[in-house]
C-alpha cells in the first residue's frame, strides 16, 4: 500500500470515528476488525455529538470528499436496504466541488482533442459553467458553424482517486462480510454497484453514446430534447455538446412567471419516463433536478430538455412484462397474482411458499387500500415491494434498482411541480395498453413473423427428428433401462474423448514448443510422444 493510500485510510477511519459511525450497528453486529479501528483511534475527537444517526452518516459523508459524495447519493437510492430517514439525509448531500483551474481544462481539452482549442473554437470562456466533482463545464461556440456548445472535461486524476477511495471501500466491504454479522448488511454488493456507476461516468465516449440513443428515440417528441452531441470532437475524457437555454426544472417561480401548463408539465414527466422503460427499453437513469430543464419555447406546450446521460438502464423484455404485472395486480389489489408473478419472474427463489409470501405482501400494501390512489407513491410501492421481498432472499437486481431510483426523481420531481398530480391516472392507461400490445393476437403475430424465417430454416430436419424421437420412445417404452445405461455410455464415451483430445493436444504442442529448451532432446518428445498417444485414443473413442 502506498504512503498516499495510508494517508486516505487514516483520515477514512478518524472520521468514523469522529462521527461515531460505529453506533450505527448493534452491539452484536459490530465486526471485530471495525471495533478495534475504532477503539485505536481513541484520541481523536467527536463531532456532532446531538445530532441524529442520520445527519452524522451525511456530515461523515460530505467531509471525506467527492467520491464518498457520490456514494452517499447512490446509497440514498437503496431504499430496499436503508430506513427512509437515512435514505432522505443522504440524499440531501450535494456535489458541490470547487472549479479547478481553467487553463489546467484548457490544456486537458486540447491534450485530448490533439489541437489548439483555437482551432476548433471561438470565444472558449476560461471561467466553468459548472463544477462536480467528476467533471467540469466550460463554454464556446463552434469555429466552423458558430454554433453554441459546452466542453465536458473529466477532472485530471480523478480516476486515480476514484480507484483509491474504491480500493478502500472494498476492503472495508469485506471486512464487514467476512464476519459472520456483516453478511445481511451486503457491503460487497453495494460497493460493487456504486463502482460500476461511478466508473461509468468517466467514460464521455459512451455517454455521448446514450445522448446520441435517447435523442433519436425522441426526435420530433413534444415531451424531451436531447440536446445534440458532436462525436467526432468527443473523446473519453472529453464531451461537445450543444448548449441549452433552458429553465431549471425546479425554479417553479420561473416556471410559473413564464406561463407553463405545469399539470401538462408534471404528467409529460409520468409520460417521458414510461415511454423509456417499455417503448424504448433504455432510460436515462439519473435525472434528478439537476439534469433536467425545461424549454422556454411555449410553455403552455411545454417540453423537458434532459443532459448528463452517463447513466443509463435497460429491462429484459420478462422484466417490462413482469413489472407491468407488479403494478397492475396491485391496482386491482389481486396479492394472489402479485406473489406469483415475483417467483416467475426469478426475483425470488422458485422454492418460496407463495401462500406465506402473499401474507406478506396483504401485510404491507393492504394499509394502502384506504389510501385514494394519488396519495400512494408509485416509487415508495415498489420500495416496499422490494422491501417485502428481500425478506425472502430476493435477489439485488441492479436494473429494477436503476428503475427504483429514476422512478423516485420523476415522481417527486412531477408533484414538485404540481402536487395534485395522479400518476397512477397517468401510467394505469399506458401500463395497460402496453400489455395488451405485449399479449393480443398483433403481438403474437409479430412474433411469429420473427421467428418464420429460422422455422423454416430448420423445417426440412423436422422430419428426422420426429422419426428419431418416436424411435427413441418405442425403445424407451420396450427396454428402458437398456436405452438409457446405453445413452449414458455414449455420452460419458464423448466426455471421455473431449478430454484424451484437449489433454493430447496441449502435450503434443507443447512437447513441440519446447524443444531445445532442455539439455537434451528427449524430455520434450516424450511430452509429444504422450500427447500423440492421448490425442489418438481420444480420436478412437469419438469414432467409435
Same mark, same amino acid.
Given at each position: 500500500?502506498?504512503?498516499?493510500?495510508?494517508?486516505?485510510?487514516?483520515?477514512?477511519?478518524?472520521?468514523?470515528?469522529?462521527?461515531?459511525?460505529?453506533?450505527? $450497528?448493534?452491539?452484536?453486529?459490530?465486526?471485530?476488525p471495525?471495533?478495534?479501528?475504532?477503539? #485505536?483511534?481513541?484520541?481523536?475527537?467527536?463531532?456532532?455529538?446531538?445530532?441524529?444517526?442520520?445527519?452524522?452518516?451525511?456530515l461523515?459523508?460530505?467531509?471525506?470528499?467527492?467520491? @464518498?459524495?457520490? @456514494? &452517499?447519493?447512490?446509497?440514498?437510492?437503496?431504499?430496499?436496504?436503508?430506513?427512509?430517514?437515512?435514505?432522505?439525509?443522504l440524499?440531501?448531500?450535494?456535489?458541490?466541488?470547487?472549479?479547478?483551474?481553467?487553463?489546467?481544462?484548457?490544456?486537458?481539452?486540447?491534450?485530448?482533442?490533439?489541437?489548439?482549442?483555437?482551432t476548433?473554437?471561438?470565444?472558449?470562456?476560461?471561467?466553468?459553467?459548472?463544477?462536480?466533482?467528476?467533471?467540469?463545464?466550460?463554454?464556446?461556440?463552434?469555429?466552423?458553424?458558430?454554433?453554441?456548445?459546452?466542453?465536458?472535461?473529466?477532472?485530471?486524476?480523478?480516476?486515480?482517486?476514484?480507484?483509491?477511495? $474504491?480500493?478502500?471501500? /472494498?476492503?472495508?466491504a469485506?471486512?464487514?462480510?467476512?464476519?459472520?454479522?456483516?453478511?445481511?448488511?451486503?457491503?460487497?454488493?453495494?460497493v460493487?454497484?456504486?463502482?460500476?456507476?461511478?466508473?461509468?461516468?468517466?467514460?464521455?465516449?459512451?455517454?455521448?453514446? %446514450?445522448?446520441?440513443?435517447?435523442?433519436?428515440?425522441?426526435?420530433? #417528441?413534444?415531451?424531451?430534447? *436531447?440536446?445534440?452531441?458532436?462525436?467526432?470532437?468527443?473523446?473519453?475524457? +472529453?464531451?461537445?455538446?450543444?448548449?441549452?437555454? &433552458?429553465?431549471?426544472?425546479?425554479?417553479?417561480?420561473?416556471?410559473?412567471?413564464?406561463?407553463?401548463?405545469?399539470?401538462?408539465?408534471?404528467?409529460?414527466?409520468?409520460?417521458?419516463?414510461?415511454?423509456?422503460?417499455?417503448?424504448?427499453?433504455?432510460?436515462h437513469?439519473?435525472?434528478?433536478?439537476?439534469?433536467?430543464?425545461?424549454?422556454?419555447?411555449?410553455?403552455?406546450?411545454?417540453?423537458?430538455?434532459?443532459?448528463?446521460?452517463?447513466?443509463?438502464?435497460?429491462?429484459?423484455?420478462?422484466?417490462?412484462?413482469?413489472?407491468?404485472?407488479?403494478?397492475?395486480?396491485? =391496482?386491482?389489489?389481486?396479492?394472489?397474482?402479485?406473489?406469483?408473478?415475483?417467483?416467475d419472474?426469478?426475483?425470488?427463489?422458485?422454492?418460496?411458499?407463495?401462500?406465506?409470501?402473499?401474507?406478506?405482501?396483504?401485510?404491507?400494501?393492504?394499509?394502502? /387500500?384506504?389510501?385514494?390512489?394519488?396519495?400512494?407513491?408509485?416509487?415508495?410501492?415498489?420500495?416496499?415491494?422490494f422491501?417485502?421481498?428481500?425478506? =425472502?432472499? !430476493?435477489?439485488?437486481?441492479?436494473?429494477?434498482?436503476?428503475?427504483?431510483?429514476?422512478?423516485?426523481?420523476?415522481?417527486?420531481?412531477?408533484?414538485?411541480?404540481?402536487?395534485?398530480?395522479?400518476?397512477?391516472?397517468?401510467?394505469?392507461?399506458?401500463?395497460?395498453?402496453?400489455?395488451?400490445?405485449?399479449?393480443?393476437?398483433?403481438?403474437? !403475430?409479430?412474433?411469429?413473423?420473427?421467428?418464420l424465417?429460422?422455422?423454416?430454416?430448420? +423445417?426440412?430436419? !423436422?422430419?428426422?427428428?420426429?422419426?428419431?424421437?418416436?424411435?427413441?420412445?418405442?425403445?424407451?417404452?420396450?427396454?428402458?433401462?437398456?436405452?438409457?445405461?446405453?445413452y *449414458?455410455?455414449?455420452?460419458?464415451?464423448?466426455? %471421455?474423448?473431449?478430454?484424451?483430445?484437449? *489433454?493430447?493436444?496441449?502435450?503434443?504442442?507443447?512437447?513441440?514448443?519446447?524443444?531445445?529448451?532442455?539439455s537434451?532432446?528427449?524430455?520434450?518428445?516424450?511430452?509429444?510422444?504422450?500427447? $500423440?498417444?492421448?490425442?489418438?485414443?481420444?480420436?478412437?473413442l %469419438?469414432?467409435?
Amino acid at each position: 500500500m502506498s504512503w498516499g493510500a495510508i494517508k486516505r485510510a487514516y483520515q477514512v477511519a478518524r472520521t468514523f470515528r469522529q462521527y461515531r459511525l460505529i453506533e450505527l $450497528l448493534p452491539e452484536q453486529r459490530r465486526p471485530l476488525p471495525l471495533k478495534l479501528m475504532d477503539a #485505536s483511534l481513541f484520541w481523536v475527537g467527536r463531532k456532532s455529538l446531538d445530532a441524529h444517526p442520520s445527519v452524522r452518516v451525511r456530515l461523515a459523508l460530505q467531509s471525506l470528499g467527492p467520491v @464518498f459524495i457520490k @456514494f &452517499g447519493q447512490m446509497l440514498s437510492t437503496r431504499r430496499d436496504l436503508l430506513p427512509d430517514l437515512f435514505a432522505d439525509a443522504l440524499a440531501q448531500l450535494q456535489d458541490q466541488v470547487p472549479p479547478f483551474d481553467g487553463e489546467l481544462a484548457k490544456s486537458e481539452i486540447e491534450s485530448a482533442l490533439g489541437h489548439s482549442i483555437d482551432t476548433l473554437f471561438d470565444d472558449f470562456d476560461i471561467t466553468p459553467l459548472a463544477s462536480a466533482s467528476v467533471a467540469q463545464v466550460h463554454t464556446a461556440t463552434l469555429r466552423s458553424t458558430g454554433e453554441e456548445v459546452i466542453l465536458k472535461v473529466v477532472r485530471p486524476d480523478i480516476e486515480a482517486v476514484i480507484l483509491a477511495d $474504491l480500493a478502500l471501500m /472494498e476492503t472495508g466491504a469485506r471486512l464487514v462480510h467476512n464476519t459472520r454479522k456483516g453478511k445481511p448488511l451486503r457491503a460487497i454488493e453495494v460497493v460493487e454497484d456504486y463502482r460500476k456507476t461511478i466508473l461509468a461516468e468517466l467514460d464521455l465516449v459512451q455517454e455521448a453514446s %446514450n445522448a446520441r440513443r435517447l435523442r433519436d428515440n425522441f426526435a420530433g #417528441s413534444p415531451a424531451l430534447y *436531447i440536446p445534440r452531441v458532436y462525436p467526432e470532437l468527443c473523446r473519453r475524457k +472529453l464531451l461537445v455538446m450543444e448548449r441549452i437555454h &433552458g429553465i431549471p426544472v425546479t425554479d417553479i417561480e420561473a416556471l410559473k412567471a413564464q406561463g407553463t401548463n405545469m399539470k401538462l408539465l408534471a404528467e409529460r414527466g409520468v409520460e417521458v419516463f414510461f415511454t423509456q422503460v417499455f417503448r424504448d427499453n433504455f432510460f436515462h437513469a439519473d435525472m434528478h433536478p439537476g439534469n433536467i430543464f425545461v424549454s422556454r419555447e411555449h410553455p403552455d406546450d411545454p417540453m423537458y430538455i434532459g443532459i448528463d446521460c452517463g447513466i443509463v438502464g435497460s429491462l429484459t423484455e420478462n422484466d417490462k412484462r413482469y413489472l407491468a404485472d407488479v403494478f397492475l395486480a396491485f =391496482f386491482n389489489q389481486d396479492y394472489s397474482r402479485l406473489s406469483q408473478v415475483y417467483i416467475d419472474s426469478g426475483w425470488i427463489s422458485a422454492d418460496t411458499n407463495p401462500v406465506e409470501f402473499e401474507k406478506a405482501l396483504r401485510k404491507v400494501l393492504e394499509p394502502l /387500500e384506504n389510501k385514494p390512489l394519488s396519495q400512494i407513491s408509485f416509487g415508495h410501492l415498489l420500495v416496499e415491494l422490494f422491501r417485502c421481498a428481500r425478506e =425472502f432472499e !430476493m435477489e439485488v437486481q441492479p436494473q429494477l434498482v436503476l428503475l427504483e431510483k429514476t422512478l423516485l426523481y420523476i415522481e417527486g420531481l412531477g408533484r414538485q411541480l404540481y402536487p395534485q398530480l395522479d400518476l397512477w391516472q397517468t401510467a394505469k392507461p399506458f401500463l395497460e395498453q402496453w400489455m395488451a400490445e405485449q399479449l393480443g393476437p398483433s403481438a403474437q !403475430m409479430k412474433r411469429v413473423k420473427e421467428a418464420l424465417p429460422f422455422w423454416l430454416e430448420k +423445417l426440412p430436419e !423436422m422430419p428426422d427428428l420426429i422419426h428419431d424421437n418416436l424411435q427413441l420412445s418405442k425403445a424407451l417404452l420396450r427396454h428402458p433401462q437398456g436405452v438409457m445405461e446405453r445413452y *449414458i455410455n455414449q455420452r460419458r464415451t464423448i466426455h %471421455n474423448s473431449h478430454y484424451f483430445l484437449i *489433454i493430447g493436444s496441449v502435450l503434443l504442442i507443447s512437447g513441440t514448443l519446447l524443444i531445445g529448451k532442455f539439455s537434451t532432446i528427449w524430455p520434450s518428445i516424450t511430452l509429444a510422444l504422450t500427447g $500423440l498417444a492421448c490425442w489418438a485414443k481420444g480420436w478412437r473413442l %469419438n469414432n467409435q
